[in-house]
DNA sequence: AATTAAGCCAACCGCCCTCAT
DNA sequence: AATGAGGGCGGTTGGCTTAAT
């Protein structure tokens, strides 16, 4: 390594910038772009290391900068390559035309996060919690699903019985969450909702599909789960090849380097694209549909908006 | 009105990678 | 091959703001 950190010369300010220093930067990088950015600092007259010039551009003063509130898109944009990537922020970020990575970890450590963990997701792997004290946070989630029944009534062509399915689940994590609640801690991995006893382990499908990261979070409360609705149509969709449905997201690490092969060939070819074309504008969310591909048109958004302001005005158990 | 807790986010820290010598 | 400079990146911190008590 052998080499000091920037920021250990002494005398060197840190902490929030001043309007003047911003100012200063701005001038120098405009006029002269900002070169090394470790002979920046003096040239520009500020009493800064470089790698505190290069972030607060590249994080705040930077003129391509897009400010204020994530969009639904913007957001789910970030869903579906976190499942791909994981926390890779600069490569997500390199799909949020104007978003940087700090600030994208920023909005996922704060909001996406909490959200998902709300509704029962790992963030980390962006499938089901597998741990015990979820099943309580998941409780929800399994009576959405029951209430579903009603949609399957609504929808007479959906031949499956899902619902039946998560009310049998409900009841028996119920049970299970009454006789094991004082032995959590002993048996964390045991008789939980997604666990090795739950009847649902036996329908991959129900337990893979829970969570569909192509749908967006932004608009869904923190009490209404509105994804669980989702997923036992697609099951349904998909009953007659139940073995076969590829998940939604990777999951093994060579799943996981298969897609980022293909992102980054996707990449590669869309450098070429801009650099042919620059007035492209393609991004990750209009030419990178990885899930889409397995559902049919017939569940389209429209299809599952429907579906869900019809689920909407049915009463809802844990509506506030 | 005062205090405390929680949320948020800009900025920092330190490790890692690439490239030049 | 070894070393160091420069820069990128992800994780973490600390201070400010807002909400709750």
């Not at 250990?8 to 910038?17: A, C, N, V, Y």
């Not at 009454?178 to 801690?185: G, P, R």
Request: aromatic letters at 6%.
């Amino acid at each position: 390594m052998g080499r000091s950190p920037c920021c250990d010369e002494s005398g060197l300010k840190k902490g929030p910038w001043t309007p003047e220093e911003d100012q200063k930067l701005i001038n120098h990088i405009r006029k002269h772009g900002h070169g090394s950015w470790r002979a920046l600092p003096k040239q520009a007259g500020l009493n800064r290391c470089g790698k505190s010039c290069r972030l607060r551009w590249t994080n705040y003063l930077r003129p391509d900068i897009k400010r204020g509130n994530f969009t639904a898109e913007e957001e789910q944009t970030i869903i579906n390559l976190h499942s791909l990537l994981g926390n890779k922020w600069s490569s997500i970020a390199g799909h949020l035309p104007g978003r940087t990575d700090n600030e994208i970890k920023n909005y996922w450590n704060t909001h996406i996060r909490k959200k998902l963990i709300q509704m029962g997701i790992d963030p980390v792997t962006h499938r089901p919690r597998n741990d015990h004290l979820n099943v309580l946070a998941a409780l929800p989630q399994l009576l959405a699903a029951a209430n579903f029944n009603n949609l399957l009534t609504l929808n007479q062509n959906i031949q499956v019985d899902a619902a039946s399915i998560a009310k049998a689940q409900l009841l028996h994590s119920m049970i299970q969450v009454l006789n094991t609640s004082s032995s959590f801690d002993s048996h964390p991995t045991s008789n939980n909702l997604y666990g090795q006893s739950s009847f649902l382990e036996n329908q991959p499908n129900i337990n893979e599909d829970f969570y569909d990261p192509t749908q967006s979070l932004s608009h869904i409360n923190d009490h209404q789960p509105l994804d669980s609705f989702s997923s036992p149509i697609r099951v349904a969709s998909h009953q007659d090849d139940q073995s076969s449905i590829p998940p939604l997201i990777s999951v093994s690490p060579d799943e996981s380097k298969q897609t980022q092969m293909m992102i980054k060939n996707k990449e590669i070819m869309k450098h070429n694209d801009h650099t042919s074309n620059p007035s492209s504008t393609s991004t990750f969310t209009q030419d990178h549909q990885p899930w889409c591909d397995i559902i049919d048109d017939e569940t389209s958004d429209s299809y599952w908006k429907e579906i869900i302001e019809q689920t909407c005005s049915e009463p809802w158990p844990f509506r506030e």
